[in-house]
């Protein structure tokens, strides 16, 4: 199970009744993105993803750069006959209502969107501490992903993507059922002159009485140990400060030992105190030491090295897409074509779709449980918890 992939698990399809619940508690107020004051705005181009130029030319320049046809400044020269529009970063955000301050559905609760906090901080860090930042486009082959909703089952997701100098595509979801169900998805790629980690955050909420978390820096090496030695020691005394976000995700869906760190941030839970006191300020400074990380390290814009980058990030979109335990959830609630369309445009852009487009996977929640008390192995599935059964029948 991934990070990217928890987000809309295909148990949301199920209702909330599956999960037992606890007493919600009050969520902790917005922080600026640096922690001290609020971002100031800031002044932005409508692009593609990185460059200014089509998506569908886009999609052809890095079909061609894979099989080493062209070089990357030819991409970088690349342009439309006349530059694009400005966009205010506000105007970008505001898009579809955002931040939303009401639920589509019900809740009986006073901080309905229990993760917009996350949205909300994420996008003023952007904005504050990312060179060059820019919205780039929704649509591929004709489809806007910026936005969907199901009214007869009050749902809705909207979906943002960014670049900046540092980050070739920064992407983020929000899905939105009410006390049903809240989800905060974001994945943050490196610019190709980067040979980093993906960073990956998953935040959940089931009927407000089950909670599944996940933040990482998702290694794009082949070998573990080779980002093990150079990345980890770095997420480590972060984590150490939590014991509620040392869990460890089930095999159900995915090998962790592919395109995940043993540092990642892992959590299943039923308080949602812990929402507040602890994954809210680790999600931050997860974000904050990504970056630090990015600028600590010298660019390297050598052809062989950026489309080696490429190649394992367009992996890593591959294995995710295929693995998607989200495909259900989309599927029921905007359609089968919408749902292929979105996973494989938009959340894994790079990704190659195979014959027979996407596999409905089981409902279930996923990933093994927290740590118990006093240490020891993580917890398995709830008990009493019944066995997953097939999201939707084909």
């Known amino acids: 199970m991934k990070p990217q992939h928890l987000i809309f698990s295909a148990s949301l399809i199920g209702s909330a009744d599956a999960f037992v619940g606890s007493s919600a508690g009050a969520f902790a107020p917005r922080t600026s993105a640096a922690g001290i004051l609020s971002a100031p705005s800031a002044t932005l181009r409508m692009d593609t993803e990185g460059d200014s130029i089509s998506r569908a030319a886009r999609k052809s320049l890095e079909n061609r750069l894979f099989n080493g046809k062209l070089s990357l400044d030819g991409i970088k020269t690349t342009s439309v006959s006349s530059p694009p529009p400005e966009v205010d970063l506000e105007l970008a955000q505001a898009k579809h209502g955002m931040p939303w301050v009401e639920t ?175 994954l809210m300020p680790a999600f931050q400074r997860y974000v904050q030491a990504h970056l630090k990380l990015l600028k600590s390290v010298k660019p390297d814009d050598s052809l062989q090295s950026q489309k080696a980058v490429l190649e394992r990030q367009r992996a890593y979109d ?36 195979k014959e027979g487009g996407i596999q409905i996977p089981p409902m279930g929640m996923m990933g093994g449980g927290p740590p118990p008390q006093g240490g020891g192995a993580p917890q398995g599935a709830p008990q009493g918890q019944s066995a997953p059964q097939p999201a939707i029948r084909r």
Not at 154 to 160: D, E, Q, T
Not at 197 to 219: H, M
Not at 323 to 341: H, N
């Open 104 to 278: 589509i559905g019900s809740s009986e609760f006073e901080n309905p969107l229990l993760y917009m906090p996350f949205w909300e901080w994420q996008m003023d860090f952007m904005g504050s501490e990312l060179s060059n930042l820019r919205p780039i486009e929704h649509c591929d082959d004709g489809s806007d992903f910026g936005y969907n909703e199901n009214s007869k089952k009050k749902a809705r997701i909207v979906n943002h993507c960014y670049a900046s100098d540092e980050y070739r595509k920064i992407r983020m979801s929000y899905y939105d059922a009410g006390d049903s169900t809240q989800v905060f998805n974001s994945v943050w790629y490196p610019d190709p002159s980067y040979n980093l980690p993906v960073l990956g955050i998953d935040l959940l909420a089931f009927g407000r009485k089950k909670y599944l978390a996940i933040v990482d820096f998702q290694p794009l090496y082949e070998n573990e140990e080779d980002h093990a030695a150079k990345f980890e020691h770095i997420l480590e005394p972060i984590k150490e400060e939590y014991d509620s976000l040392k869990g460890r995700m089930s095999a159900k869906f995915y090998d962790e030992t592919k395109f995940f760190s043993k540092q990642m941030l892992f959590a299943r839970f039923e308080d949602d105190n812990v929402v507040s006191d602890d």
């Open 318 to 353: 591959t294995y995710s897409a295929e693995r998607d335990p989200a495909a259900g959830l989309f599927a029921a609630m905007f359609g089968k074509e919408w749902a292929e369309d979105f996973i494989f445009d938009f959340l894994f852009s790079l990704s190659e779709r």
